[in-house]
């Protein structure tokens, strides 16, 4: 066992399917010699050479057109782009080409790439560092949509994402890249996608998150002081998302608070809120409720606090559901 942060359990990862199958390669700017922008490509270059952990020109459309060819091809890449908002340039690609290839071949084409790429508000970055994207993805037939929030779900999903043979979009929360340390095995080992994790059982509510807001959810549980029976679900793969999990939590409970990062109109809670009523209404004892940012362009330092939903602003929520 090894303790470590989320960008550690990154590095794990890489370093374990880079020397498990000489087809995996990763490539980003700044990747190599630098270890890339958070270091979770630090020391990759050295260990197994340019070749395989490749420095590319400042070109996220390129980055990620040169990955679905190799992927194509054979090879199996790993992309990473600096900050989420930068991939918005690179959409037609993944939207057009990566997500299709299987359905556009009749199966004998897949495209096993991983698009690496750090998201969310709160480090009090520039503009279009700060993006959750994650509801776009998931509206891609062909698309995998994952989000970790802790140290062994990152290595896990990670190594199932390498291994996987369709397109992944791979979202790391950077804000808290450092923020927790875990004990996770040396040896490989396999988070599914398409599994959520029951964190903590409870019988009054459900409370679902994903990434960085699953830690500000685990701060708000603990201010409530267990006058509520939480159950709290981390969903970890957007798309496909584990909708058996969470239908059941709700069947149980009978009410549910969801919260993001991401703007509220289209975010992926209105997703989750539609397959809630299609599949628990009837034993809903109130409205689902959802916790977001607000629908406007993440802003800039100064008001980041008042943008990101925080702990108290989910104690509301939860207040507003057990009281209706």
């Known amino acids: 066992m090894v303790v470590a942060t989320i960008v550690q359990a990154v ?17 980003g700017e700044d990747v190599g010699l630098n270890g890339g922008v958070f270091r979770a490509t630090d020391g990759l270059q050295k260990e197994f050479g340019p070749e395989r952990v490749i420095d590319t020109p400042l070109a996220e459309l390129g980055i990620v057109g040169a990955s679905i060819g190799l992927a194509v091809n054979g090879m199996r890449p790993v992309a ?112 599914p996608i398409g599994e959520a994790n029951v964190l903590q059982e409870g019988d009054d509510l459900t409370l679902i998150a994903w990434g960085a807001m699953v830690k500000t959810c685990q701060d708000a549980i603990e201010k409530l002081n267990n006058k509520y029976s939480v159950e709290l679900i981390d969903l970890r793969t957007i798309n496909p998302y584990d909708a058996e999990t969470v239908s059941n939590s709700v069947k149980k409970t009978g009410r549910c608070v969801i919260t993001h990062e991401a703007i509220r109109t289209c975010g992926f809670a209105a997703e989750l809120i539609a397959s809630i009523n299609e599949k628990a209404l009837l034993n809903l004892e109130a409205p689902v409720v959802r916790v977001t940012s607000p629908d406007v362009p993440i802003p800039l330092a100064k008001l980041e606090g008042y943008f990101l939903p925080d702990s108290n602003r989910i104690l509301k929520g939860i207040e507003k559901v057990m009281s209706f």
Do not use: W
């Open 80 to 191: 990473e782009i600096q900050f989420s908002g930068f991939v918005y340039s690179s959409f037609d690609q993944l939207l057009s080409h990566a997500a299709r290839i299987r359905m556009r071949s009749r199966g004998r084409f897949t495209c096993p790439l991983v698009l690496r790429a750090p998201y969310g508000a709160g480090i009090r970055a520039l503009e279009l560092h700060c993006e959750s994207g994650e509801s776009i993805f998931s509206h891609v037939p062909g698309l995998k949509m994952v989000v970790p929030s802790n140290p062994y779900d990152t290595k896990g999903l990670l190594a199932s994402a390498i291994r996987d043979p369709d397109p992944v979009i791979f979202y790391e929360p950077m804000r808290i890249y450092r923020a927790i340390k875990q004990d996770i095995p040396d040896e490989e080992f396999f988070v």
């Open 11 to 27: 590095t794990m990862g890489l370093r374990q399917e880079l020397a498990r199958d000489k087809s995996v390669i990763v490539l």
